[in-house]
Each structure stands twice: as structure tokens, then as C-alpha cells.
């Protein structure tokens, strides 16, 4: 299976989501911002950093790039996509996914493990997962608070799109302590967390077992790959 | 507007006898009598900036020059063995194996970060990753060393604040893992914080580069940002002269950094490296267009022909002079031959970068800069770059040093009861230099690029350089100003053991040493001690380790009025490892595993966190270090790592073995029983020095019952001392020390956990 | 220079986390007499001839859909200087 | 409500990261009328109760001293709003 990874200007976590990618089995193919085609890949990553500086707003310049313009149009038939970060204010800001992320309420960049709860396992990237089922991931964001109006906030509520709830800790000051998101055909999750930073052990969040052995994230990975064969 | 009216070469042989502002420019008159005599004429305005900035203290080590030398002197042949790269280029190079290499170095932006600290610490992690950039590697992780002044100070907030932001703020947008650092408070850094950044950079043996332009005919091409009116002045004014002189202020002072440029800059660099299509390059840092021209020029003993009009810039008023001078961030010099120029293009064109070629190298020993069809500067580029003045300073022996060392911490009070010792305990580790530095360091990305094995709040910071085996290296450094003012010789020595030392408790072999010597100003002959004292210590002691310096950096003139701050030499020690699945964490994970002190513990509180924190002393000698020892641990270290002996080993350091016990447990939330008796009869002292006295050479180690035979035998093979100071428990989430009590760990970790939250919000 | 000066403000009925910490500084050097405090942006589009109307209608249009987030935000005035 | 606005711009000299990166955006899209573009800060002071000479003194003095840094910022505009 061809996971495309794509890169903007000052995205950072793309090798890393590339190297989950293959960690969990898939063939990652990198992709570039300027480029109109996806390369038939059968599902995508928008992976973190600071696409274009995150100047103006987190994500608003890169969700006007080309390979996110396409991103955006195969989505809607049902490409899946994994926005992590960064790539979740890409998902935002091209309102394939509602509300919005601002500047975290205590103003610091915050890097921590962070706790998820895991809401809702039935999306692209999450079947591996247990309902309710507790994971740790890396968190490392400056712009993570998510906000909606409450009408939006009640739909996501109602229709189960909340698939991640920060547990223990509300890191940013996000609604409903809300860690991510789906969409209503449940192909496109975005979320803060890194995922692809809990995927290799030795170099992922510390657990009770042992320091850095952490691999949560990698179910993320295999699980859209299980989708893919099922789909 | 182009600027038209400018000084040019013809107008300064006719009127030889024009009044120049050498002085405002921070020359000597000396020093601008040997500029005319080397042009043989008095310097066009230009000329006159490019050798003003070029000869202050900062770039051109006038102070500090004959002292560095010993770097490069006191070293074997088989310290140079894995140096690819010495002292004198923009960062050392080491060879770690495989076919790798590594380059790391620290540099200062204080003066920078006390005016703006957000732009002043966020620019100073751009200059370094170029640094770094420079040499052909990829940058894969920054340090920070931050001193500030006292915590309760309204400004040491905005400092912190604004300083901590800034490297977050940079750092983080480059996408490199931050992995560790120093933040330290003391009110002699008040009105002169010290903003230290460290890089390091990987890459393969064959992609190093040098700055040099060797080729005439070779295109000499000004790439990255536009050129504004930032920093103007900066170099000479702001980081080589005292606060107090004010020079000219119409353009801005300070330099505003721009990550996402540096970061597109970096991805472009390394593309335009592994195509091969630059045979030399250079960053602009301080000194600009001035430095990057005149270095590469010199360094491969050419000139250059250069057209300063097509500079591209941001503002069309600056003038030649200024644009030779600006420090606007993220731009690069390259040195490109003519067939390469269109692969050079289609790269700086994918990742949008602007670039403007600005002329070629020629085979003559001469810099000519343009000003449209007016000639503007003609000089050796030698004697801009390299040719600078030396200057062997007056040094004396300081006054008050004596009455200062013989103000020892023995005629303190010391605990009479386990109450006070325990409070003593708490009161150390919830002070705000030996309190948990997450405030700090939470700001920072660590895991981005997937590589980090190690980082804070572990010993030294642990990156992986080679996903096919493993191989990775390690960096710490350590500074200890209190130790420095008391013996500034002894007090490097104590920071070079005490990183050598963060290294090989990760399991890491120590194999070559940076440093950012941070003083006051070398015109007063008592720093001027210091620094020669510093220095040699430095130099001595890696010479007695077997550990090159690869190069470094300097900071004079860090005093507010006429004081000082203590000399604050940072050293930082780089590793390696064969295979960082081996590494040694430094907090205790497991139930029931036996801990042992290695090393010996004299009664050494001159200078200690407990003269500090319990009676605000400070006076006396600070701890005796012995080279010999370090090695001796280190290689214990490395054996047991290799074999697999050891489950966690932290170093003792300030705060002593109390804080290396709570540290301990606080990591992973793991109890311990202590007892101090045995430690306490074989050396001979009383339980404030077992607790906290800052011996050297000593490391906790955490040993499984089932190695326990193995280990003792393996340090009584290589005669480091070893005692058993008590057990883990993990169950019991409190910390026992026989003869203290019992503390909960909760409870011990609220003071510690709250310091610096509760300071700075 | 003519500008176009774009000025942006976040909803008035989000949360301002920004606006609310420079609030509470206030608040702690004493200003009480400051209820609220709500911080957005100016935005300048530099012209290097004299603005036209088809100018302030582009940026209206390039205000609303790119240089705000109509979800989180709202332009509060679009004016122009000579 | 009553409102003291404070405009806050990155001074003319120095680069503005966030201004050139919304510049080349526009460019991309074709907007090449605009020239150059920079981003500052507009900040709203609320008051429960009309606003006074006082209140636009302290503004003042808060704006330069606080809401903004001299080094690299200038202060352009304090106005008020019933
Ligand atoms: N400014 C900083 N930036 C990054 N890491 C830091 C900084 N300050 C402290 N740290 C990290 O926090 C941890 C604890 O610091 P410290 O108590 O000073 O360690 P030590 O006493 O072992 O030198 C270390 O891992 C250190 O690298
Ligand atoms: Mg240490």
C-alpha cells in the first residue's frame, strides 16, 4: 500500500511519518507541496511543522497548495487523510474539517507525552484501537487550542466525531478537551498529537515499562492499512 | 533610490587627509594607522567599515588570540587522529565511524538577548544551525546554556520570558530536537544574561565543505534572505563594546530571525550540497557580506570581484557601507563554478529561495567591491579576515581573590538533627537552580526528527546518526561560574570533568570538547587573569583527557558598569556510541535494584548549592578535580554499558548525592531506601558532606541483583571505589534515608516541580 | 506609501487566550479599570501606485478568504491610505 | 462597548518574517499589485463605562511600555471607540 507523505516549505515531521509509514508495513511516497498530482498513492499524511512559518495562521497558506487543493477534492470521495499537527490546521483552515486552532491558553509551546483517549475507533486510522482504550503520544504544539462554536461543537458531539480527548491533562486549553477529529465519512482524522513519534521503541514516549518505548502511534499507520485491504 | 554620493578608492588617494570616524566605529588609533598603512592611503568609508567590524573584539579574537592557540597545541597525535576539522573553520569536525562525521560548536548572543530577548536568543539558534550548515552537514540538534540573573528580579522575568521564547520559537520551527542545556540564576548575571546555543550536525565524510574560494572564475553568489538594515553595526557595537557606549542608533540594532527562511535555507543547502554545484560556501553571521567576502577570499588564498549594487535588498536607502556591514539572518554565501550555475538555479528555484550571483573569484590577492562603475574597497582580503590585530593584554592577579579563597564554607552551620537535614534536603532541591527546569525545557521540541535517545531532563542529550546500526552520539556541557570566580583554572577543569562525565554515564564514549568562554571586558586586567587561567585549564585538561578542542567561541565584555560577571567558561563534551539501544538511562525504572555511589566523597562545600542555597556563601576553594579519576570512571562506565551491568546511572553534581538520589526517584517516580553510614565511616565525614558535598568524579548507579557480582568485581578490577548506598522501591513511592526519615515522593517532588512555574507563571 | 489596511479580529464570543493573559497583566500592574482585553491583527497591503477601487474590492475578497478564517475570525475594517 | 484600540506595527526598518510570507502567497495567486505586505497587532482595551483622557493617557503609556516592544516595534495608532 502507497502512503503519500506530503512536504510543504517548513514542514518537519515528514521523514518521520514517512519512517511510521514503513514501520507499520506500508511503502511511504513523498510528495511535494507544488505538485497537482498525489501520485495514486491510497491514502495520505499531512505531517507536522511549521508549513510557511505557520505566518498568518497555522496551515492557512499550505491549505492553498496544489497537492492540498487535490488533497481536498479526493478526500471528498473518500481518500484517506491523516493531518497530524500542523496537518490537522491544514485539514482546518481547507475546512475538510470544522472549527479552529489557536495560540494555547498558558501562550507556551508545550512538548509533553500527552494521554488520549481513544473516542471512537470506527475512522480510517483508528480500528486498531479499543472505544475508550487510553494511549500516550507525543503532543509538541504552540497552536493546538481547538475552538468551534457551540453549534459545532454539539454536532461533533452528537454524530461521535471526536475520536481523541486529551485524559489527565488538557494541554491547551482545546474544547471539550478535543485531541482530534474525523469527518463525517470517517476518511479523514486530524489530530495534535504525533503519532509517528510513538511508532519506534527507544525513541518514543516514556512508558511504565521502560523510558522511550512508547508505541501507541504505530496503530494509526496499521490501521489504515487494514482499511485499505478491507476496503 | 540607489545611493550615488559614496567614497570611493580614486577619492581616497586625493584627499588623503579626510576626517573618518574610526573612533565611532570602535578602532584604536592605532589600529586605523595600520589600516592606511596597509592600503598605503587613508580607507574609502567602505574599506573603513569591513575592517572596523572585521577587527572588533568579536570577530577577529583580538584579546583572546594568543591564548586560544594552546587549543591547538596542547594536543598528541592521536588526539588528532579523528579531527577532520580543527579550530579556525566554522565548526570542528570529528570522525564518529562508518563514514560519518560530526560538527558541533556553542556560541553566545548575550548582549543580543538582554536588549530583545525573544529576536536576541531566537537569532542566536540561527546563527549557530548556519554554523553548522556550513560545513556540509545536516543540523540534528541544538542545546541551550542559559544564565540569568537573580529569579525574584522583575526584569530576570522578561528575560526568561522573552529568552526562552525565542529558542523555542526558532528551534522549534527549524525542526530540530533541542536535548538538553543549563539554566542557571544568579544576580551577577543581571544586567548581562548569557544566551549560549549549541548545534550539531551530521554528515557523511565526503560532503564536508570548507570556505574557501580556491577556483578563479568561480561565481561568487549571495543567497537566503534579503539584505536589510539589521543588526547594523551590531557586531562591533553591541557585542564587542559595554552597554554604556552608544554608537550610532538610526538603524535598528537588532536582528530579526526568520526560522521558516532558515529552514528552507537548510533543506536548499543540503540539496545544493549533494548535487555537488557549491565548491565553497559561507554563512553570514556577524560582519556580514564583509566577513563571508573577505574569509572565503583569504581561506583559499584568492581575491574576489564583487558588485555590491546587486545585493539583492530589502530597502533600497542602504547605503555600501551598510550593506556591507548588515547581519540580516539566513542568508549564505556560495561559491558556484560557472558550469554549475544552472543546477545551482533549478535548486534555489524549487524552494523559492532568492539568490543574486554578486561576482567571481580571481586569481590575484585582492578584494575589489563595486559600487556601480565606482570602485569602492581594494584590499588584501588577508588583512581584513585574518591579519587583525593581537593584543597581548596586561593581566593582574585580582585583588580580592585572596580574601575570597580564604572565606571557606567550614565555619558554617551545618544540621544538627534529621529534621534540618531533611528541610536543608527540600529547601536545595525546590531552589531554583536545582529545581526542575520543565518550565524551560517543555517549551522545546525533542522528539521531532525521530532520532532522540536521550534528552532532558537525562544526564546529556543522546541522538541516533545512523538508522541502519544504531550508532549515535551524545552531548553535554556544563558550566560552573561560582566555581570559575573562586579558580578560574580549577573551575573549567570542573566543567570539563562534569560534562566528560554527563557523557559517559550515557554509556558514550567522551571524544572531542567545544567550549563559549563568556567573560568581562579583557581591557581589565583582572578578567584578563581569568582568562588566561581559564584557558590554560582547559587546554591542560583536555590534553590530560585525550580529548581535542575542535573550536569554539568568545565572549568579552559581559559586565554591567564596571562589574563583572563571574567567568563562565561553557564546555561542551561530545560522545559516541556504537549502538544507542545501550544507552544508560539516568533515572531509577526498576524494583529492588541495588545503588551504588562510585567515586570518593570529601568534605567539599566551598562554593556547593548547599553554601549557596542554606547560607548565601560564597567563598573558599571549589572541589578538587582529578582528570585521572574521570577517565578511570568513564571507561567503568563504558565497560559496564558494553556488558549490559547497569540500569540507570545519574552524575553527581551540584547538590551532591541528595539531589542525585531525588532526581533518581523523581524520574520515573521509582522509591529508594538509603543508607549513608558505610559511606560516611570509609570516608571519613559527616552526613552534610555525604548529602552535599560536590565531590568529583562520583556517579549513582543502579544495578539488578543479578549483575551485582559481576559489577563489584568490574570496579574493583579498575579501582574505582564503590559502595552500596541502598536499594530501589518501587512500591513504596517514598524516599527512605536512614537517619533523615521518610519522604513521600510526591512530597518531594512538589517543591522541586513548583519553583520555576511558581516564578515565572 | 498607499496601503490598504486589513484589521482582524477573533469572534467575539471565542476565546482570546492572548487578549485574556495581557488582561490579567494588566489586572496584576493594577489597570482594573480595563474589562477585557481582545488582541487581532493589522494587516497593511503596500501599493507602489495610487489605490484604485478594484483594489479594496480584491482585498476585501482576499481579506475574507484568505487573510482571516471566517470560522474563528471576523475583518472588522477594510480602509485605505494615501 | 467602549474600546481604546492600540496599533502596534513592526518598525519600518526591520523584517517582517510574517508579512513576506503572506507577500509570496498573494504573489503566487497572482496578486502582484500588492506590493509588499506587514502584520501587526491591533489590540481592543474594553471599558464597562465611557472612556476619559485619562484612560486614553494610560493607554498610551501602557501601549508604548507594555503592549509593545520599542526595539522592534512603533506604536501607530490609539484611538478610541463608544
Ligand atoms: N535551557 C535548557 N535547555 C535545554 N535543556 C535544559 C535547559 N536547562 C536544563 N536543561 C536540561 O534539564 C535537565 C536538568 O538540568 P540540570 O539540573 O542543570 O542538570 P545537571 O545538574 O545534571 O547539569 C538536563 O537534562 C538539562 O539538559
Ligand atoms: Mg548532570
Known amino acids: 500500500m502507497k502512503i503519500g507523505v506530503i512536504t510543504y516549505p517548513g514542514t518537519l515531521d515528514d521523514r518521520d511519518a514517512q519512517r511510521a509509514v514503513r514501520l507499520a508495513g506500508g511503502t511511504p511516497v513523498p510528495l511535494w507541496h507544488a505538485d497537482d498530482s498525489l501520485k495514486g498513492v491510497d491514502a495520505v499524511v499531512l505531517p507536522g511543522g511549521f508549513s510557511y512559518g505557520d505566518y498568518l495562521r497555522c496551515g492557512a497558506i499550505a491549505a492553498k497548495a496544489p497537492a492540498t487543493q487535490e488533497v481536498v477534492r479526493l478526500a471528498k470521495q473518500g481518500l484517506p487523510v491523516l493531518g497530524i ?18 495560540r494555547n491558553e498558558h501562550q507556551h509551546f508545550i512538548c509533553r ?91 518514543g514516549p516514556d512508558t511504565e515499562i521502560a523510558m522511550r518505548s512508547g508505541v501507541d502511534g504505530l496503530k494509526f499507520f496499521q490501521s489504515v492499512l487494514k482499511a485499505l485491504v478491507n476496503a | 533610490m540607489r545611493v550615488t554620493n559614496v567614497d570611493t578608492v580614486t577619492q581616497a588617494f586625493e584627499e588623503s587627509d579626510k576626517d573618518q570616524p574610526w573612533k565611532e566605529l570602535g578602532l584604536k588609533e592605532d589600529e586605523y ?65 562508518e563514514g560519518l562525521a560530526v560538527t558541533f560548536k556553542v556560541e553566545s548572543h548575550n548582549h543580543p538577548s538582554y536588549i530583545e530577548p525573544f529576536q536576541g536568543a531566537a537569532t542566536g539558534v540561527g546563527g549557530i544551525v548556519r554554523d553548522i550548515l556550513t560545513m556540509g552537514a545536516r543540523p540534528v540538534a541544538v542545546m541551550d546554556q542559559l544564565r540569568f540573573g537573580a529569579p525574584e528580579s522583575a526584569d530576570t522575568a522578561r528575560v526568561v520570558h ?76 553591541l557585542a564587542s563594546e559595554t552597554f554604556d557606549s552608544t554608537g550610532p542608533t538610526k538603524r535598528p540594532a537588532v536582528q530579526v530571525g526568520d526560522p521558516f527562511a532558515e529552514k528552507v535555507l537548510i533543506e536548499c543547502c543540503l540539496e545544493l550540497f549533494y548535487a555537488g554545484v557549491v565548491a565553497g560556501i559561507q554563512d553570514l553571521g556577524g560582519a556580514g557580506i564583509s566577513c563571508a567576502t573577505s574569509e572565503l577570499a583569504s581561506n583559499g588564498g584568492k581575491g574576489m570581484r564583487v558588485q555590491l549594487q546587486d545585493v539583492l535588498l530589502r530597502d533600497d536607502s542602504l547605503t555600501p557601507e551598510e550593506i556591507l556591514m548588515s547581519e540580516s539572518q539566513e542568508r549564505m554565501m556560495g561559491i558556484v563554478p560557472k558550469e554549475s550555475l544552472e543546477a545551482f538555479e533549478a535548486i534555489v528555484n524549487k524552494w523559492e529561495v532568492e539568490y543574486s550571483v554578486l561576482g567571481e573569484v580571481i586569481d590575484e590577492d585582492r578584494l575589489y567591491i563595486n559600487w556601480g562603475d565606482k570602485e569602492i574597497v581594494n584590499v588584501p582580503p588577508r588583512t581584513v579576515a585574518h591579519d587583525g590585530p593581537v593584543y597581548n593584554r596586561p593581566v593582574a592577579y585580582p585583588s580580592y581573590q585572596d580574601a575570597l579563597n580564604a572565606n571557606s564554607s567550614s565555619s558554617l552551620k551545618r544540621a544538627e538533627n534529621p529534621a534540618e537535614l531533611a528541610a536543608q534536603l527540600l529547601a536545595i532541591l525546590s531552589s531554583p537552580n536545582q529545581a526542575d527546569k520543565s518550565w524551560v525545557t517543555a517549551q522545546y521540541d525533542k522528539y521531532v526528527m525521530g532520532n532522540t535517545a536521550l534528552a532532558m531532563p537525562d544526564d546529556a542529550g543522546m541522538v541516533r546518526v545512523s ?98 560577571i563571574y567567568p563562565t567558561p561553557v564546555v561542551g563534551v561530545l560522545g559516541v556510541i556504537d549502538d544507542v539501544a ?17 567515586g570518593e566523597t570529601r568534605d567539599e562545600l566551598d562554593g556547593s548549592a548547599w553554601a549557596e542555597t542554606i547560607h548565601s556563601h560564597l567563598g573558599g576553594k571549589p572541589p578538587i578535580v582529578d582528570l585521572k ?81 559481576k559489577f563489584q568485581a568490574l570496579c574493583e578490577a579498575r579501582g574505582v571505589p564503590c559502595v552500596r548506598i541502598g536499594v530501589t522501591d518501587k512500591e513504596s513511592e517514598a524516599l527512605e534515608i536512614q537517619g533523615i526519615g521518610t519522604m513521600q515522593l510526591n512530597e518531594v517532588r512538589e517543591g522541586w516541580a513548583k519553583a520555576l512555574p511558581e516564578l515565572f507563571g | 506609501m498607499p496601503k490598504i489596511i486589513v484589521e ?15 488582561a490579567n497583566a494588566l489586572h496584576r500592574s493594577g489597570h482594573n479599570e480595563i474589562t477585557n482585553v481582545r488582541i487581532g491583527k493589522r494587516i497593511e497591503l503596500h501599493f507602489d501606485r495610487a489605490i484604485t477601487q478594484g483594489d479594496l474590492d480584491a482585498a476585501k475578497e482576499i481579506a475574507s478568504s484568505f487573510l482571516s478564517n471566517d470560522v474563528i475570525e471576523d475583518v472588522v475594517a477594510i480602509t485605505k491610505e494615501d
Open chain 1, 85 to 102: 499537527c500542523n496537518g490537522f490546521q491544514v485539514l482546518v483552515e481547507s475546512h475538510l474539517l470544522p472549527g479552529g486552532l489557536i
Open chain 1, 113 to 203: 507525552d500527552q494521554k488520549l483517549i481513544v473516542e471512537n475507533n470506527k475512522t480510517a486510522w483508528t480500528n486498531l484501537f479499543e472505544e475508550g482504550q487510553e494511549i500516550t503520544i507525543p503532543l509538541k504544539n504552540g497552536e493546538g487550542g481547538y475552538i468551534a462554536s457551540d453549534e459545532t461543537l454539539k454536532m461533533l458531539e452528537a454524530e461521535n466525531r471526536v475520536v481523541f480527548r486529551y485524559s489527565e491533562v488538557n494541554p491547551n486549553g482545546s474544547m471539550n478537551d478535543i485531541a482530534g477529529l474525523t469527518n463525517e465519512r470517517g476518511n479523514v482524522v486530524g489530530l495534535m498529537p504525533h503519532p509517528e513519534h510513538a511508532v519506534e521503541p527507544g525513541f
Open chain 2, 33 to 97: 594607522q595600520s589600516i592606511k598603512d596597509i592600503l598605503g592611503r587613508r580607507p574609502t568609508s567602505s574599506e573603513l567599515a569591513m575592517y572596523s567590524v572585521m577587527w572588533s573584539e568579536h570577530c577577529s579574537y583580538k584579546s583572546s588570540k594568543i591564548y586560544l592557540r594552546q587549543f591547538g597545541e596542547k594536543v598528541t597525535p592521536e588526539m588528532k587522529k579523528d579531527l577532520m576539522v580543527g579550530m579556525g573553520e566554522n565548526a570542528g569536525v570529528v570522525d564518529v565511524g
Open chain 2, 162 to 237: 522573552g529568552v526562552t521564547a525565542g529558542i523555542s520559537f526558532y528551534g522549534n520551527c527549524l525542526g530540530l530536537p533541542n536535548i538538553g542545556g543549563e539554566t542557571v540564576f544568579d544576580k551577577v548575571y543581571q544586567g548581562n544574561p548569557l544566551v549560549n546555543a549549541l548545534a550539531v550536525g551530521v554528515m557523511k565524510h565526503e560532503d564536508l565543505k570548507l570556505a574557501k574560494a580556491t577556483n578563479p572564475g568561480d561565481l561568487v553568489i549571495l543567497f537566503g534572505a534579503r539584505t536589510g538594515a539589521e543588526g547594523m553595526a551590531g557586531v562591533s557595537v
Open chain 2, 467 to 564: 538508522e541502519e546500526t544504531g550508532l549515535g552520539i551524545t552531548i553535554a556541557t556544563d558550566a560552573n561560574g561560582k566555581y570559575c570566580q573562586l579558580d578560574p583554572q580549577q573551575g573549567v577543569k570542573l566543567a570539563l570533568a562534569e560534562a566528560y562525565r554527563n557523557v559517559a554515564v550515557t554509556g558514550a564514549k567522551p571524544k572531542a570538547v567545544t567550549n563559549c568562554l563568556n567573560f568581562g571586558s579583557p581591557e581589565n586586567p583582572e578578567v584578563m587573569w581569568q582568562f588566561k587561567e581559564a584557558t590554560q585549564g582547559l587546554a591542560d585538561g583536555c590534553l590530560e583527557l585525550g580529548i581535542p578542542v575542535t573550536g569554539g567561541n568568545v565572549s568579552f565584555y559581559n559586565q554591567t558598569g564596571d562589574v563583572a
Open chain 2, 582 to 598: 545501550r544507552r544508560i538511562p539516568s533515572g531509577w525504572q526498576d524494583e529492588g535494584n541495588n545503588i551504588y555511589l562510585l
Open chain 2, 629 to 709: 579519576k574521570e577517565e578511570q570512571l568513564a571507561q567503568l562506565l563504558h565497560g559496564a554499558a558494553i556488558q549490559g551491568l547497569i540500569e540507570s546511572a545519574h552524575d553527581i553534581s551540584e547538590g551532591g548525592v541528595a539531589v542525585a538520589i531525588a532526581e533518581s526517584c523523581l524520574r520515573f517516580n521509582v522509591g529508594a531506601r538509603i543508607w549513608l553510614g558505610d559511606l560516611i565511616d570509609r570516608d571519613n565525614i559527616d552526613m552534610t558532606a555525604a548529602l552535599f558535598s560536590e565531590s568529583q568524579a562520583r556517579v549513582l548507579v543502579a544495578v539488578g541483583r543479578e549483575d551485582d557480582v
Open chain 3, 8 to 22: 482582524i479580529m477573533p469572534k467575539q464570543d471565542l476565546l482570546d487566550p492572548q487578549g485574556k493573559a495581557v
